[in-house]
C-alpha cells in the first residue's frame, strides 16, 4: 500500500493519527467493557448472559434489526432509485426527508412513532380493527429500527445509482436485453455490494438503538424487551459488570454477523 | 520563501496570536465574573420536582441574598432518580442531591464515599422534606368504576406503571401495592406476591419511569388507570382552564414516598459551597419552603404547614416502606434485584 503511494507523504503521520483516534475513541473504552466483564467469575457471565429473559432479549433485538435492516434494503433501495432516477418538483425536499433519522433525537422519533402508532393513534386507529397492533409489540420494534436505518441504505445506494452511465443500460437494450434482464443483470450486480453495506449498517445501528425502542415496545419482560435495555436494567442495579457481561455478548455476535457480511460482500 | 510569502505568513501569524490573546482575554473575564459575586450551586433531583425547584430556587436566592449578601446562581437537574444517583457517582460534582428515594443516596455514601453513611441525621424529619404517595388517575367519570386496590386486578383493566427495574418511582409503586397486599391480609406474603403478580398481568405497557408512563396513559390513551405521584395526579386533575380529562382516585391506602435531600460533602466542600448547600436545604424546611412545596402539591413534614394545606391533600392510611419491606436495601434484594419477586412475575421459573 505505502509503495503505491510514494508519491503523497504523509503515510506515517497519518497511520499515527489513525491509530492514536481509534484508540482514545474505540479500543480503549472498549476494553474497559472487558476489563469489568472480568470481574465475573466464569459461572456468573455464563448466568448472565445465557439466562432465558436475556436470551428472549438477544433474539428479539437481533430479529428485529434483521427485519428492519432488511425492510430498508428493499425499500431504501426504491427511494434511493427514484431520487437518483428521476426529476420531480419536491424532490430536493424528498431527499432532505431521509436525511431526518440522523438528524432528530431517537427519543423524540420514540415519541412521536408511538403517538402515530398506538391504538388511538392516527394510522394505529385504523390497523387495530384490521387486527394489526404496532405500538408495545415486537413489530413496533421493527417500525422505530426501521425508521433509524433508513438514511443508512439510502446513502450507500444513491451516489452508486448516480454513477451507473445509462449508456450501459441502453447498450444492454440494443443488445436485445427484456426491461427486467437489465435491472438483474446489468444495474443490480453493480448495486448489491452498496446494498450489503447499506444493509451491514443498518444493521448495526439498530442493534444498539436504545432511545427510541423504549418508548414504543413497552418493556415486557421475555416479549418486548430489548437487550439494551437488559444492560440498563443492570446499571440501575449498580451492577456494571452484569451490564457489560451483556454487551460483550452482543459485540461479539455482532462481530461475527459482520464477518458474515464482508465475506459475502466480497465473493 | 519569497518576501510576499513571508510577509504574509508572519500577517496571518500575527493575526492568529491576536485572536488567541483576545481568546485568553475573554476567558479569563468570564471566569472573573462566575469567581466576583455568585456562588453556583448544582442541585441534582429527579422527574417530578422539576417545578418546584424552579420556585425553591427564586426563593432562596432572594433569602440567601438577603441574609449574607451573597448572590447565589442554583443549576438544575432532573432525570429518573436511579439515573441521576449513577451520574453523581460517576462524577457529575453536585453540590446537592435531592434524590426519589434514600436507598440512591445511601449508594453515594457507600460506593462513592462521598459523603457519611449517617446523611440522614444531618436534617430534621430523617431529610425528608415533603413527601408524597401513590395515587390512581382514571379517565374523566371513571367509567371502569376503580375506587380501591382490588379493582385494579378486576378482569378488563389496564393498569400502566413503570419499570422498577428502571425506576425508582416505579419501586414506591410496586411497594405501595406491596404494602397494601401485605396489611389487608394481615402480613400473609403469599397472598401479597399473587396480588402483585396479578397487578402486573394487567399492565400492557412497562415504561422505563414514571414521565413515560404520563406519556402512554394521558397522551396515548392506553389504559384505565395510572399508578402516578399524587403530586402528578393533583396537577393533572387540577390543571386550571381547561377541563380535566383525568380523576385522581384515593386508594383506601397507601405508601408514605420520603424523597430525601443531602449535601453532597465531597463536591460542596471542594466548590466552597458548603454554607450556601446547606442553608439551601435548611430552606426546604422553613415556612417558606414548606409552604412552596405544598403549592406544588407535596405534603409538608411541618405540622403547621401541613394543617393550613389540609384541604388540599386527601386523608388516607399511610404506611412506610419500613413497616411492608423492612427497609429500602431489604426490600431492593428481595424484590427488584435480579432473579428477585419482581423478576419472577414474569419468568416464574426462574430463582
Known amino acids: 500500500m505505502s509503495g503505491r503511494n510514494r508519491h503523497m507523504p504523509g503515510f506515517r503521520l497519518t497511520l499515527g493519527f489513525t491509530i492514536f483516534y481509534l484508540l482514545t475513541l474505540v479500543l480503549v473504552p472498549l476494553s474497559g467493557l472487558v476489563f469489568k466483564t472480568a470481574t465475573l467469575s466464569w459461572a456468573r457471565f455464563w448466568e448472565v448472559i445465557a439466562s432465558e429473559r436475556a436470551i428472549a432479549a438477544y433474539r428479539l433485538s437481533f430479529g428485529a434489526s434483521l427485519g428492519a435492516a432488511l425492510l430498508n434494503v428493499v425499500f431504501g433501495f426504491l427511494v434511493a432509485w427514484v431520487l437518483a432516477r428521476y426529476t420531480f418538483p419536491g424532490r430536493r425536499i424528498v431527499d432532505a426527508i431521509v436525511d431526518l433519522p440522523f438528524a432528530l433525537p431517537t427519543a423524540v422519533a420514540g415519541i412521536a412513532l408511538t403517538y402515530v402508532y398506538s391504538k388511538h393513534g392516527w394510522i394505529g386507529q385504523y390497523l387495530e380493527p384490521m387486527g394489526i397492533e404496532v405500538a408495545f409489540r415486537p413489530l413496533g420494534v421493527v417500525v422505530a429500527l426501521a425508521f433509524v436505518g433508513l438514511p443508512f441504505v439510502v446513502r450507500t445506494v444513491q451516489p452508486v445509482l448516480l454513477d451507473l452511465d445509462p449508456e450501459v443500460e441502453e447498450a444492454a437494450a440494443c443488445l436485445g436485453a427484456g426491461r427486467w434482464q437489465t435491472f438483474r443483470r446489468v444495474i443490480l450486480p453493480r448495486v448489491v455490494p452498496a446494498l450489503v453495506t447499506g444493509f451491514a449498517l443498518a444493521f448495526a445501528r439498530a442493534l444498539g438503538e436504545y432511545g427510541s425502542v423504549v418508548f414504543i415496545s413497552g418493556n415486557m419482560p421475555m416479549r418486548t424487551e430489548i437487550a439494551p435495555l437488559l444492560i440498563v436494567g443492570r446499571l440501575e442495579q449498580f451492577d456494571y459488570a452484569g451490564a457489560t457481561a451483556i454487551a460483550l455478548a452482543m459485540l461479539v455476535v455482532s462481530l461475527k454477523r459482520r464477518a458474515g457480511v464482508d465475506a459475502s460482500s466480497h465473493r | ?351
Not at chain 2, 143 to 158: F, Q
Open chain 2, 1 to 351: 520563501m519569497n518576501e510576499r510569502a513571508q510577509h504574509l505568513t508572519t500577517h496571518s501569524l500575527r493575526r492568529l496570536a491576536r485572536s488567541l490573546a483576545g481568546a485568553l482575554w475573554l476567558g479569563a473575564l468570564l471566569s472573573c465574573d462566575g469567581a466576583s459575586g455568585a456562588i453556583v450551586l448544582k442541585n441534582v433531583s429527579y422527574d417530578p420536582t422539576r417545578e418546584l425547584y424552579t420556585e425553591v430556587n427564586a426563593a432562596f436566592s432572594e433569602h440567601y441574598h438577603a441574609q449574607t449578601g451573597h448572590t447565589v446562581e442554583i443549576l438544575q437537574s432532573h432525570g429518573g432518580s436511579g439515573k441521576q444517583a449513577r451520574a453523581v457517582l460517576d462524577g457529575l460534582d453536585a453540590d446537592i442531591v435531592t434524590l426519589g428515594c434514600a436507598q440512591d443516596i445511601d449508594v453515594l455514601a457507600e460506593r462513592g464515599q462521598l459523603l457519611p453513611a449517617r446523611w440522614a441525621e444531618r436534617l430534621p424529619h430523617r431529610s425528608v422534606p415533603f413527601t408524597s404517595t401513590i395515587v390512581f388517575l382514571v379517565r374523566r367519570g371513571n367509567p371502569k368504576r376503580i375506587h380501591r386496590w382490588s379493582d385494579l386486578a378486576r378482569p378488563g383493566v389496564e393498569v400502566i406503571a413503570p419499570n422498577p427495574k428502571t425506576s425508582g418511582g416505579a419501586r414506591w409503586v410496586y411497594l405501595a401495592a406491596w404494602g397494601h397486599a401485605l396489611r389487608s391480609s394481615h402480613g400473609d406474603e403469599a397472598h401479597a406476591r399473587a396480588f402483585v403478580a396479578d397487578l402486573y398481568r394487567h399492565v400492557p405497557v412497562l415504561d422505563s419511569g414514571a414521565r413515560g408512563s404520563t406519556t402512554t396513559f394521558a397522551r396515548n390513551g392506553i389504559g384505565d388507570v395510572l399508578l402516578a405521584w399524587e403530586n402528578e395526579a393533583l396537577l393533572s386533575s387540577r390543571r386550571r382552564g381547561t377541563r380535566a380529562d383525568f380523576e385522581m382516585v384515593v386508594p383506601e391506602d397507601s405508601i408514605l414516598a420520603e424523597p430525601p435531600v443531602a449535601v453532597v460533602d465531597t463536591y460542596a466542600r471542594r466548590h466552597g459551597t458548603e454554607h450556601a448547600a446547606r442553608s439551601y436545604l435548611e430552606f426546604l424546611f422553613t415556612e417558606q419552603g414548606q409552604a412552596i412545596g405544598a403549592k406544588h402539591y407535596f405534603r409538608p413534614t411541618s405540622e403547621s404547614v401541613r394543617a393550613r394545606h389540609r384541604s388540599l391533600f386527601a386523608e388516607l392510611t399511610l404506611f412506610t416502606i419500613d413497616e411492608v419491606a423492612g427497609s429500602w436495601a431489604a426490600a431492593q434484594a428481595k424484590h427488584f434485584d435480579e432473579g428477585g419477586l419482581f423478576d419472577r412475575i414474569y419468568q416464574p421459573g426462574a430463582r
